[in-house]
C-alpha cells in the first residue's frame, strides 16, 4: 500500500500559477507510475475523476490530458518521494478538487485503475 497525501491547492486568479506536491510513503516510491485526476464542482462524488496526467516511475516519461497539455507539467523528486504538478496559465474551468494517485493495475489514465489515492486539495480559479 502506498500512503498519499496533497498540498498546494488554494486561490487564484486566472491566468496565474500554483505548484500541487504529492508526498508518499509506503512502498519504494520509484517503483510505480502515478497520476494527477480532479473532480470539479458538482460532480458526483462516486464519478472517478478526470484524468489529468501521469508520470512514470522514473520520471522519465509524462503524459497529458489535452486539456491541460502546454500549461501544466508533472515531475517528481524520487530522492523527496513527492511528485508535483505545476499549473501556469490557469482558467476558471481548472476550478477542481485535485487528487494524486498511484500505482494503476491498468491505463494509468483510468481513475478506477488506481487504488492508492490522496486526500485531495482544492484549486480555485477565479475570473
Known amino acids: 500500500q502506498v500512503q498519499l497525501v496533497e498540498s498546494g491547492g488554494g486561490l487564484v486568479q486566472a491566468g496565474g500559477s500554483l505548484r500541487l506536491s504529492c508526498a508518499a510513503s509506503g512502498r519504494r516510491f520509484s517503483s510505480y507510475p502515478m497520476g494527477w485526476f480532479r473532480r470539479a464542482p458538482g460532480k458526483e462524488r462516486e464519478d472517478a475523476g478526470e484524468y489529468v496526467g501521469a508520470i512514470s516511475g522514473n520520471g522519465g516519461n509524462t503524459y497529458y490530458a489535452d486539456s491541460v497539455k502546454g500549461r501544466f507539467t508533472i515531475s517528481r523528486d524520487n530522492a523527496k518521494n513527492t511528485m508535483y504538478l505545476q499549473m501556469n496559465s490557469l482558467k476558471p474551468e481548472d476550478t477542481a478538487v485535485y487528487y494524486c494517485?498511484?500505482?494503476?493495475?491498468?491505463?494509468?489514465?483510468?481513475?478506477?485503475?488506481?487504488?492508492?489515492w490522496g486526500q485531495g486539495t482544492q484549486v480555485t480559479v477565479s475570473s
Open positions: 494517485a498511484a500505482d494503476p493495475d491498468g491505463s494509468y489514465k483510468d481513475a478506477r485503475d488506481y487504488n492508492n
